[in-house]
C-alpha cells in the first residue's frame, strides 16, 4: 500500500508536498514518533493510510486517513478488537435546534480535537505506520507509532468526547471557583451539551453574555490544550471580540456582518442568519448506475429533514431501482435514466 501510495505521489507532486507536510507536522508536535530500533519486534498492527482532500475546507486541505478496518494475515483488524463505546453527545437534530433558540448564535471548533488526545504509551504500538520522507528506492522505509487518538480506530470518536466531557467536570469545576460563577457555569454547560464532536453550536441572549461565556470557554478548553477556531456569529460586535486569526476566514467583517459558513453539514448565512441548501451536484456521467445514482444522493445532507419532501422523490426512484434488481455497475435502462436526469435537474432549484 505504501507503493501504492507513492506511485500516487510520482503522478501527483504537489499531493506528495502536502501530505510529507502532514507527516511533518505529526513528527514536530509529537503526535508521532519512530520506533526505536531495540522496539521493533514488538507485538504491533500497522495501519494503511491515505490522503483525502477536502477542497470545502478551511483549513487542512489534505487529510491522512488511517484505516484500523483492514483484516490482517489472521483476518482480523484492529477496529475488529476495540469497543467503541457510549454515545456521550446529543443528536444532531436536537443541538441544531437548541442553537437557533438563542439570540446570539455563535459556531466554532476544536481545532486537532483527535490528536490533542494522548493513548498510553503501551497502547501507541497499535498505531504503527510504515513512511519514507523520499520516495527514492534508496531511502529506507522507517517504521512509525501514532501517538495520539487516531482517526479511523473505532473508539476514537468516544476517547476524543469522553476528554472533553472530563475536561468540563475537573476544569470547568475548577474555573467555577476562580471566577464570575454564572459564566463560567454557562461554559461549562455548552461543553457538556452543546458539542457535536469537535463543532461547538451554542448561543446566548445577549452580546456581554456571549462575550464573558466565550472567553471561559477558551479558558477552559485551553487547560486541556484544546484549541477553538473558526469563529462565526450572527452578530458583529460579538465576532469583533475574537481574536481575528482565530475567526473564520468566511465571516467578513466591513460595516455589517456578510459570508456563509459550514455548521454541520448545512450553510449558514451570517448576515441573513438563515440556512441555505447549496446543491453541488457532479456533472452526468455518459453510464448512469445505481452506483452514480446512490453517490449524487448521499451528497444531499439533511439532519432536520427541512428537504425531506424533495429528497423522498430520490429516495423512491433508488427503491424501484433495487426492485428491478438493477446491479451496482450496471447502465439503468433508457426511461429510469430520463426520470433520474429530471429529479436531479429539480434538486439544483433547492440552492438559494
Not at 526505536?36 to 493510510?49: M, R
Request: aromatic residues 8%; contains cysteine; negative net charge.
Amino acid at each position: 500500500m505504501l507503493d501504492q501510495l507513492e506511485r500516487r505521489f510520482n503522478k501527483q507532486p504537489q499531493l506528495k508536498k502536502e501530505y510529507t507536510e502532514v507527516i511533518d507536522e505529526y513528527l514536530r508536535m509529537g503526535h508521532m514518533e519512530e520506533v526505536p530500533e531495540d522496539e521493533i519486534h514488538k507485538d504491533a498492527v500497522y495501519l494503511l493510510h491515505h490522503a483525502v482532500i477536502r477542497y470545502d475546507k478551511e483549513t487542512s486541505k489534505t487529510r491522512i486517513v488511517f484505516n484500523a478496518s483492514n483484516k490482517g494475515t489472521n483476518n482480523v483488524s484492529l477496529n475488529d478488537e476495540l469497543l467503541t463505546g457510549p454515545v456521550l453527545q446529543e443528536d444532531l437534530r436536537s443541538i441544531i435546534m437548541r442553537w437557533r433558540m438563542h439570540k446570539i448564535c455563535f459556531a466554532s471548533d476544536l481545532e486537532k480535537m483527535y490528536r490533542m488526545v494522548l493513548v498510553k504509551k503501551e497502547d501507541a504500538d497499535f498505531q504503527r505506520v510504515l513512511w519514507r520522507q523520499n520516495t527514492s528506492t534508496s531511502d529506507e522505509v522507517k517504521d512509525y507509532r501514532l501517538l495520539t487518538v487516531t482517526f479511523g480506530t473505532a473508539s476514537a470518536p468516544y476517547l476524543a468526547v469522553k476528554t472533553l466531557m472530563q475536561i468540563a467536570d475537573d476544569e470547568g469545576e475548577e474555573q467555577l471557583r476562580t471566577t464570575n460563577q454564572s459564566y463560567a457555569a454557562s461554559a461549562t454547560k455548552m461543553i457538556r451539551e452543546d458539542f457535536y464532536v469537535d463543532d461547538l453550536l451554542s448561543g446566548c441572549d445577549t452580546v456581554q453574555e456571549a462575550i464573558a461565556t466565550s472567553q471561559q470557554l477558551i479558558t477552559i478548553l485551553s487547560k486541556g490544550k484544546f484549541r477553538l477556531q473558526k469563529w462565526s456569529s450572527n452578530n458583529a460586535e460579538f465576532l469583533r471580540s475574537i481574536d481575528p486569526k482565530d475567526r473564520s476566514n468566511k465571516a467578513n467583517m466591513d460595516l455589517t456582518i456578510d459570508g456563509t459558513v459550514k455548521a454541520l453539514g448545512v450553510s449558514w448565512n451570517l448576515g441573513r442568519d438563515e440556512f441555505h441548501y447549496n446543491i453541488n451536484l457532479p456533472p452526468n456521467p455518459e453510464t448512469i448506475t445505481k452506483r452514480v445514482v446512490l453517490a449524487d444522493l448521499q451528497r444531499l445532507f439533511d439532519p432536520l429533514g427541512w428537504i425531506a419532501p424533495v429528497i423522498v422523490m430520490a429516495k423512491i426512484f433508488v427503491q424501484r431501482l433495487w426492485l428491478l434488481g438493477v446491479g451496482w455497475d450496471s447502465e439503468i435502462d433508457d426511461q429510469s435514466r430520463d426520470k433520474w436526469l429530471k429529479i436531479k435537474s429539480d434538486l439544483e432549484n433547492l440552492t438559494v
